[in-house]
């Protein structure tokens, strides 16, 4: 799978939205589940967002629940994340991943990961 980034997040002050995307090459990502990662330095990777195809829902981690929202666009073959009410502990740099395994259940891709990664692009959130 390739993977870039389109959109790179830069700086943003808290409370603001910010919106990131990925295209994907090679591959048609209409039946895959989806992901979106983050990483802050020192801290380990979190699974942020996950849409189960199997299952048809989108998981969310706790910290970001009602705030950011996946989404495809299978037109353009992209992975998407509305990051919205930004907070400073956003702060990471945040992958879009896919996986041709739509066995398992949201959780599963969560906590475990997914076989394919894109480039991570930075998000600062500071005032």
């Known amino acids: 799978l390739r993977c870039s980034c389109r959109l790179w997040g830069g700086l943003v002050q808290p409370g603001n939205s910010l919106r990131l995307s990925c295209a994907a090459s090679?591959?048609?990502?209409?039946?895959?589940?989806i992901g979106w990662f983050r990483q802050a330095p020192g801290k380990e990777r979190e699974g942020v967002a996950v849409f189960s195809t199997r299952e048809g829902r989108a998981y969310y981690a706790d910290s970001v629940k009602g705030r950011f929202t996946i989404s495809r666009d299978t037109a353009k073959n992209t992975i998407n994340l509305q990051l919205t009410s930004l907070k400073p502990e956003d702060t990471a740099v945040y992958y879009c991943?896919?996986?041709?395994?739509?066995?398992?259940?949201?959780?599963?891709?969560?906590?475990?990961?997914?076989?394919?990664w894109g480039k991570g692009t930075q998000v600062t959130v500071s005032s």
């Open positions: 991943a896919a996986d041709p395994r739509p066995y398992y259940s949201g959780d599963y891709y969560l906590s475990e990961g997914m076989e394919y």
């Open positions: 090679g591959v048609t990502l209409d039946w895959w589940p």
